[in-house]
């Protein structure tokens, strides 16, 4: 397998990870959506990441579906996430949090780097959205004695939870110090600690584009 995409995108990573806890081999592309995307194009027009190439040539984009492939790979005794049920649609619910805080997330940075003036109205939009995730987070999150979100494992509404805050960190600190929000900040702390976690990290590059 290959997996395309740099370890900044917080969608990537969540996939590298998972691949690591799966202890699944690929080899790594480090291909940048805006230096690399006429490298991306062939595989994914959409010139997006993460794009994942299996071993017979099929092609899967966007994390949700490769994380999902990989799932059935490894089959429901080893996968991070409920088979059926109530508790399978509370981490999909959780997953789309996350996944949707960082798009805002990454909307915001590139709106802040690659145009001369900002939209206020777009910008206070993505911080409005950004915020009240963060905060259902957050009570979600207070209310859980347990390491994890489900109980004493990983599980990938943890890692895209993880994943997404540290991106926000660091793309907009101002929106996530971890102070406002202590319970989130312990369980990205928790995640971080973890060797897959710690391996699988890059410091976040802004878009050039000014």
Not at 150 to 169: S, Y
């Amino acid at each position: 397998m290959i997996l395309i995409g740099q370890y900044d995108s917080p969608f990537v990573r969540r996939v590298a990870i998972a691949l690591r806890l799966y202890e699944l081999p690929y080899e790594h592309w480090p291909w940048s959506t805006f230096s690399d995307g006429d490298k991306i194009a062939p595989y994914n027009p959409l010139r997006r990441v993460p794009t994942m190439v299996l071993h017979s040539g099929e092609v899967l984009i966007e994390s949700t579906a490769i994380l999902d492939y990989l799932d059935e790979w490894v089959g429901p005794g080893k996968a991070m996430i409920a088979a059926r049920g109530p508790e399978r649609r509370h981490a999909l619910e959780i997953c789309a949090l996350a996944t949707g805080l960082a798009d805002k997330a990454v909307s915001l940075l590139y709106e802040r780097a690659l145009r001369k003036k900002e939209s206020k109205v777009w910008v206070e939009r993505c911080q409005t959205q950004i915020g009240g995730v963060l905060t259902a987070l957050e009570k979600q999150r207070a209310a859980i004695a347990k390491p994890f979100w489900f109980g004493e494992n990983i599980g990938h509404a943890d890692i895209a939870v993880a994943c997404v805050l540290r991106f926000t960190g660091e793309a907009h600190p101002a929106l996530f110090d971890g102070a406002g929000y202590p319970a989130l900040a312990a369980h990205a702390a928790r995640c971080e600690a973890l060797p897959p976690f710690q391996e699988i990290v890059q410091p976040l590059a802004p878009p050039s584009g000014k």
